[in-house]
């Protein structure tokens, strides 16, 4: 088995102990990571704070600093990619493209501009908003999609001025260690700290004194205790959760020309996506040959291990698994129909067929929670207004997408979705490093991406001057 060491102060620590990473396609031990306790984190918010004095004052360094990262993280694509294969199962060309994202998100940064936001500045006086760092950063990612997501965080995060303490999940810490020990040589002594462990570290983390700000993308129910943790002492939150979005299907759109995306949008990741769609409502009239298109997608697909030519792969960890497992039987205790899927297939390591799920109904768990997984429940509609607001009774609002052939409609139907982000005849083509990203209702607090995404890396502060003298 390999171990991984920890990036503090931009030098390598071992942590208290170890603990086990697990390959989902076999279910077996491969790795063990670091399992950091009080005197790492101490020291790696210690390292951050101590770096903060310099790293806000060169702002040219800071963007020369992203662009190096994207380049190291280009030359290490395959170490890093299968290292992501291996902790969390998605094929490997995923792996790949992820890291892609990665730099395309690094060098967006790197060359975003912000202009001055000047207020005043005539001969009765002068006054100016300027956007300060926050401080020490605290960042905590989840399994699903783990570099690209720490970029998301990191990047801003340092673009601003702040330094980083960033926890991978004790799931999928492999690829972000293995980053950490890439960019030693990269970042100043303490600005980016790379520390893993399992619980009790991210709530130690957002109790700890020395950060000012709490960068967090994960559950709902973690979400909240975040918030209540940081509340005792006024951090400032950012907080990316979850979602159970909608793809409303109108009945003038043709299901043979938009299944591919429709199934795309749903099964993207093996279904592991905050904002991959989560439920679909068809019109009446094209429920059935929707469901069947979907559910020949869903029998083709190619499903198993990362490394072989496939289309999914396993489900990243066994609890996620398990909920998975539990959502679909309750479904069909409730009288839904597979018609696909609908099992965990017979095989080492966490896989489960590909399911397409008709005969199911608000109020059954799997329309109504998150899934996060790869079940995809297909519900009739008849009255538009009426599957508006059942897309919006829900406690979430993260994505949505509306699916016809009139753009006119389509719009009008968008803007009644309570949600932040809403694509006609795709789902999630608004994922851009420019474009802000986050939930309406319980699905976050904040925005990440674009210039949005890096204020919320700042305070604001106010510069004024008296009057100038003639």
Request: proline share 6%.
């Amino acid at each position: 088995m390999t171990g991984f060491t920890m990036t503090i102060s931009g030098a390598a620590a071992t942590g208290d102990g170890t603990f086990d990473v697990v390959d989902p396609a076999t279910g077996e031990v491969f790795a063990q990571a670091p399992d950091s306790g009080r005197d790492q984190l101490d020291a790696a918010m210690n390292a951050a704070a101590r770096a903060y004095r310099h790293w806000k004052l060169d702002d040219r360094a800071r963007r020369r600093t992203l662009l190096d990262t994207a380049v190291v993280l280009e030359s290490n694509i395959e170490r890093l990619a299968r290292l992501l294969t291996s902790e969390q199962g998605r094929p490997l060309p995923e792996a790949h493209a992820e890291i892609g994202w990665a730099t395309a998100w690094l060098r967006y940064y790197a060359g975003l501009e912000l202009p001055r936001e000047i207020v005043q500045d005539d001969r009765s006086g002068f006054a100016e908003v300027v956007r300060r760092p926050a401080g020490v950063v605290a960042a905590i990612v989840p399994w699903n999609l783990p570099i690209i997501l720490a970029v998301w965080k990191f990047a801003p995060a340092l673009l601003a001025g702040n330094t980083v303490v960033l926890k991978p999940s004790p799931f999928t810490p492999l690829a972000t260690l293995a980053m950490g020990e890439m960019l030693r040589e990269v970042f100043p002594p303490g600005v980016l700290n790379i520390i893993s462990g399992q619980d009790p570290l991210g709530a130690w983390m957002t109790a700890h004194s020395t950060p000012w700000k709490i960068s967090f993308t994960g559950s709902v129910a973690t979400g909240m205790k975040v918030a209540a943790a940081a509340a005792r002492d006024l951090k400032r939150v950012t907080l990316e959760l979850g979602g159970n979005d909608p793809a409303i299907v109108l009945e003038d759109a043709d299901p043979g020309r938009i299944a591919d995306d429709v199934f795309t949008g749903a099964f993207m990741n093996n279904g592991q996506n905050c904002m991959v769609i989560k439920r679909v409502y068809v019109h009446e009239r094209r429920h059935a040959e929707l469901v069947e298109a979907l559910a020949e997608r869903a029998r083709t697909a190619r499903v198993g291990n990362g490394f072989d030519d496939v289309q999914l792969g396993p489900i990243a960890n066994r609890p996620q698994f398990d909920r998975v497992s539990e959502l679909v039987t309750d479904a069909v205790a409730h009288g839904a129909v597979a018609a696909a899927g609908g099992r965990a297939l017979d095989r080492p390591g966490y896989f489960f067929a590909p399911t397409i799920l008709t005969g199911v109904a608000d109020g059954i768990r799997i329309v109504d929670e998150e899934q996060f997984g790869p079940a995809l429940p297909v519900i009739a509609y008849r009255d538009l207004d009426d599957v508006i607001d059942r897309a919006n009774d829900t406690p979430y609002g993260l994505t949505a997408s509306v699916w016809t052939n009139d753009i006119a409609r389509a719009a009008d139907v968008a803007s009644r979705l309570e949600c932040g982000q809403v694509t006609v005849n795709a789902h999630g083509n608004g994922l851009r490093p420019d474009l802000p990203f986050g939930g309406h209702k319980q699905s976050g607090i904040g925005v990440t991406n674009g210039p949005w995404g890096l204020h919320r890396f700042t305070e604001i502060q106010v510069l004024t001057a008296p009057a100038r003298v003639a």
